[in-house]
């Protein structure tokens, strides 16, 4: 398949047009960026291992009956996917309280969350992506009501597979990002990534931390590699 101009770049990747118009190619970059891009660095390897991890995980949430955009991984660091048209929201799923809500919210790191809790945040650096509800997302132009009904069961739903299927692994999925788009029939699937750039992960058994929060705490980066490696195996290799 030919590939063509560049359609955007991201703090991590880059969109590539296809000469199929129904489809995209998404690359995979090597930068690791935190503080909403302020904070950013290099880690040799990092894009194919991401690429990997998303196939995967999308893979999962296709065969279940919950659709993403992906269509096939294109080695070494990109993937195929539908071309959507994304809406500028992010949608965290969490099942522990961890990262930023235990800093707005009386929560304690490593609370159980049941049931799991759903937000909306604006995708939006210069206000530092605020957080929105249905009203918001209606009053903005971004998405109906029903639509945000939808995103959010759909959340909920790729939840349930995540957590059994990285539970099979022996890990335990603290919380993620997910983003949405929308096909030329206005229908709204699941599109971006999923990997330890937008997931929280630890080793069930130990608690170690499997996903960009060793960066945003300042490991060094090939601890940081090494975490994201152990990622790839088990999920990837499921070994």
Do not use: W
Not at 51 to 61: D, G, R, S, W
Not at 162 to 169: M, P
Request: net charge neutral.
């Amino acid at each position: 398949m030919k590939v063509g101009a560049k359609i955007a770049s991201g703090k991590t990747k880059n969109i590539y047009e296809l000469d199929d118009p129904s489809l995209v190619l998404i690359e995979f970059r090597d930068d690791v960026t935190a503080l909403d891009g302020r904070k950013r660095d290099f880690i040799a390897g990092k894009g194919a291992i991401n690429a990997a991890i998303t196939a995967k995980l999308m893979e999962v949430l296709n065969t279940s009956q919950t659709p993403t955009h992906f269509v096939k991984l294109e080695p070494p660091s990109a993937i195929i996917a539908k071309r959507l048209r994304m809406l500028p929201l992010e949608v965290v799923c969490r099942n522990i309280a961890a990262g930023h809500l235990v800093k707005r919210l009386p929560f304690k790191e490593g609370d159980l969350l049941d049931p799991p809790i759903v937000e909306f945040y604006l995708k939006d650096d210069e206000r530092g992506d605020p957080m929105v509800n249905k009203r918001h997302m209606a009053a903005l132009g971004l998405a109906t009501p029903s639509e945000a009904e939808y995103m959010e069961e759909a959340t909920l739903k790729a939840n349930e597979v995540l957590k059994r299927f990285l539970a099979s692994r022996e890990l335990t999925l603290i919380d993620f990002k997910l983003e949405f788009g929308k096909l030329p029939d206005g229908s709204l699937i699941i599109g971006d990534e999923l990997d330890p750039d937008c997931m929280r992960i630890r080793d069930s058994s130990t608690g170690r931390i499997l996903d960009k929060d060793l960066y945003r705490r300042g490991s060094p980066l090939e601890e940081v590699l090494k975490a994201y490696l152990e990622c790839k195996r088990r999920i990837v290799e499921g070994g």
